[in-house]
Nanobody, 119 residues
């Protein structure tokens, strides 16, 4: 069974930093895209940042210049470094990956980690 486990969420003051991690486990041959999404109550889940196995990255306009996504393919882990956090960054952050497994390609989601930014 393929799983994604996030960590690193918490409470931080505005202007502070947090680093989220997401590790994949299970029988995985390879992982293509790894992404971070976030969701607040009453809103749709939105893409925050994404990275491909080749190292390409993309970001939501709202986080450009403040957030950095990176990955360690050997560890099957993706990170999200979040700097200069703002109260509007408060959300549950979810990790997402496109994994190639014995069952074929699967889209896998983590359970989410809460980030709260106080003003």
């Amino acid at each position: 069974q393929v799983q994604l486990v996030e960590s690193g969420g918490g409470l931080v003051q505005a202007g502070g930093s947090l680093r989220l991690s997401c590790a994949a486990s299970g029988i995985i041959f390879s992982i293509n895209a790894m992404n971070w999404y976030r969701q607040t109550p009453g809103k749709q889940r939105e893409l925050v940042a994404g990275t491909t196995s080749g190292g390409s990255t993309n970001y939501a306009d709202s986080v450009k210049g403040r957030f950095t996504i990176s990955r360690d393919n050997a560890k099957k882990t993706v990170y999200l470094q979040m700097n200069n956090l703002k109260p509007e960054d408060t959300a549950v952050y979810y990790c997402n990956a496109d994994a190639y497994t014995p069952r074929g390609y699967l889209e896998v989601w983590g359970q989410g980690t809460l980030v709260t930014v106080s003003s």
